[in-house]
């Protein structure tokens, strides 16, 4: 399959988002996998990745933040 066709396919953002979400978890059933490669658009799923590794990172700095700041830290 061309890069042409896999970004043709119709499968939505929020899908990819879902997918990106369960490997973010990293429990996946080999079906569901099997079900997202093929419908999935490979843009959708590198702009979710990419949003969610964001979000993560700002989650994780805020945390360290409000550690560090109410003093459980020292």
């Given amino acids: 399959m061309s890069l042409k066709e896999a970004a043709s ?13 369960w490997s ?4 996946r059933k080999n079906s569901e996998y099997e079900k997202d490669v093929n419908r999935l ?6 702009v979710a990745g990419l949003l969610a590794a964001a979000a993560f990172v700002v ?16």
């Fill in 59 to 74: 989650v994780l700095v805020l945390l360290v933040k409000w550690v560090v700041g109410s003093g459980v830290a020292a």
């Fill in 24 to 27: 973010f978890f990293g429990v």
């Fill in 9 to 21: 396919r119709k499968g939505s953002f929020l899908h990819a988002l879902r997918a990106v979400a």
């Fill in 41 to 46: 658009n490979p843009l959708h799923v590198i």
